[in-house]
C-alpha cells in the first residue's frame, strides 16, 4: 500500500478523525433544564465559589488539548498551523483510544514564544492537563519551562519527554538481550534538537554516564561559541572526553547509536566501527538514518526504527496516552522524573523473557496492555512523590 496517496485519499472521506459526542441527552424539557439553564446555574455557582469543582463539575478533569504552532510538524518542518491539524487530529485519535482522553486540536497562529506561553496560560482553565506537540527547538524549551512555573496542570511536550521515555523503555531491554547495564553504555546521539536533548538528560538520570552528542557539523563539545544556549546547556553534561570530529568519530567504539535527526547520515561502515553487540536505533522519520537491514548486516545485534514496517519500533504512542491517564486519574500538578521513568520500566516490563528478542523489544503500540499498565505506574509514582491531589 501508498499509505502517503491512501491517507490522503481517507482524510478527504473522514473530513476529520474527531469529533464531539454529547455524554447526557437534551431530548426533553427536563433534561435539558438539567443539563443546561435553569439547572446548570447551580454547578456555576459552585465552581465561581471554588474553581477546583470544575474538575468535579465539569470534563475538565479528562480534557487535554494537543497544541502546535506548526514549526516541527512530523519530519516535514515548519509547515504552518493549518497544516499540522491533521497531525494534531491523530494524537487525540490515539489519546481516546488508548487512554481513554478526551483531546483536542489547538494550532495557534503565533511563533512568538510569549505570545503562545500566554495563549495557553489563557486557556489553561479548560483543561487538566497540557500536551504541546511540533514545537521547534530552541523555543520549545522556554515554553515548557514557563508553563510548568505557571501552571498547576501537567504540562508535557511529547516530542521531547515522549520520545525519551519510550527510547528508555527500548534501551531497557535491548540492553537485557545484549547483556550490558546502562551505566556501562557509550551512547552517541544524533540530533541535538528538541528529542535529542531530552533524551540525554532523561537517559543520564536513568543512570547512563557516558553520552556523546552530535549535530549536523559533529560532535557538540563544551566551551564551543557556535552552540545556541540549549545546546551548550547539553554540551557541558556530555562528551566526557571533550572528543571533537564528525559522527564517525563518535560512533568508533559506541555501544549504541540513537538517531532523532535525518536520513541516510550513517553508513554501514560506522555501524561497523560501533562496539560489539551494538545496538541501533535510527529513529528519523519517514526514512530513517541507516536501514534496518544495512545497520543488521553491518552487525547491529537490536535495531529499532520509528517505522511501523519494521519490527522494534519506538513510538511515542506507548507513552503519552496512558501517562496522560494515570496523571489526570490522580488530579496531578505536573509530570516528573519519577512518573516519566515510571512509565519507562512499565513499558519495557510488558515484554516477557519468554517475548524478548531482537525482532521484539518492545510492546506495539496498539498493545492495550501497556497503556494500561503506564497509566497505573505513573498514577503510583505521581502519589508517591507527592504531586497527586487525588
Known amino acids: 500500500m501508498n499509505y502517503r496517496e491512501e491517507s490522503l ?15 447526557v441527552d437534551v431530548d426533553t424539557r427536563e433534561k435539558l433544564s438539567l443539563a443546561y439553564t435553569p439547572g446548570v446555574a447551580e454547578p456555576c455557582l459552585a465552581i465561581k465559589e471554588d474553581p477546583d469543582k470544575s474538575f468535579e463539575l465539569t470534563r475538565r478533569w479528562n480534557t487535554v488539548p494537543v497544541i502546535t504552532d506548526g514549526t516541527a510538524v512530523l519530519g516535514l518542518g515548519d509547515i504552518g498551523p493549518e497544516a ?9 485519535a490515539l489519546f481516546k483510544t488508548f487512554g481513554g482522553v478526551d483531546a483536542i486540536p489547538l494550532c495557534i497562529r503565533s511563533k512568538d514564544t510569549e505570545e503562545i506561553i500566554r495563549t495557553i ?20 524549551f522556554e515554553i515548557e519551562r514557563r508553563l510548568i512555573e505557571d501552571l498547576d496542570i501537567p504540562v ?28 556501562e553504555l557509550g551512547i552517541v546521539i544524533n540530533g541535538a534538537g528538541a528529542a535529542g536533548i531530552a533524551i540525554a538528560k532523561f537517559l543520564l538520570r536513568m543512570g547512563v554516564k557516558d553520552i556523546i552528542m552530535c549535530d549536523r557539523s559533529g560532535i557538540l563539545c563544551e566551551g564551543d561559541p557556535n552552540l545556541n544556549q540549549a545546546k551548550s546547556e547539553i ?33 554501514q561502515e560506522m555501524v ?4 560489539r553487540k551494538a545496538i541501533v536505533f535510527a ?20 535495531v529499532g526504527t520509528g517505522s511501523s514496517e519494521n519490527p522494534n519500533q519506538i513510538n511515542n504512542v506507548l507513552v503519552f496516552p496512558g501517562l496522560f491517564r494515570g496523571a489526570l486519574d490522580v488530579r496531578a500538578t505536573r509530570i516528573n522524573f519519577e512518573m516519566m521513568s515510571a512509565a519507562s520500566r512499565a513499558i519495557a516490563a510488558c515484554v516477557t523473557e519468554e517475548e524478548l528478542g531482537k525482532d521484539y523489544i518492545l510492546p506495539y503500540a496498539y498493545d492495550k496492555r501497556a497503556h494500561e499498565a503506564v497509566a497505573k505506574a505513573v498514577a503510583e509514582a505521581a502519589r508517591s512523590t507527592g504531586v497527586a491531589k487525588l
Open 84 to 92: 499540522g491539524m491533521p497531525v494534531m487530529e491523530g494524537k487525540c
Open 121 to 140: 496560560e489563557l486557556l489553561a482553565g479548560s483543561f487538566g492537563g497540557i500536551n504541546l506537540e511540533d514545537i521547534a527547538a530552541p523555543r520549545c
Open 283 to 302: 529513529c528519523a522519520n519517514p526514512v530513517p538514518e541507516i536501514s534496518r537491514e544495512d545497520a543488521l548486516a553491518a552487525g547491529a545485534a537490536v
Open 9 to 23: 485519499k481517507k482524510h478527504a472521506e473522514w473530513r476529520g478523525k474527531i469529533e464531539v459526542i454529547p455524554r
Open 272 to 275: 561497523e566501527s560501533m562496539a
Open 156 to 183: 508535557f511536550h511529547d516530542d521531547q519527554h515522549g520520545t525519551a521515555v519510550v527510547t528508555a523503555a527500548a534501551l531497557l531491554n535491548a540492553c537485557k538481550l545484549v547483556g550490558k547495564e546502562l551505566g
Open 235 to 267: 554540551a557541558s553534561l556530555t562528551n566526557n572526553m571533550r572528543r571533537k570530529g564528525l559522527l564517525a568519530d563518535a560512533m568508533a567504539g559506541a555501544d549504541v547509536f540513537i538517531g532523532v535527526s535525518g536520513p541516510n547520515c550513517v553508513t
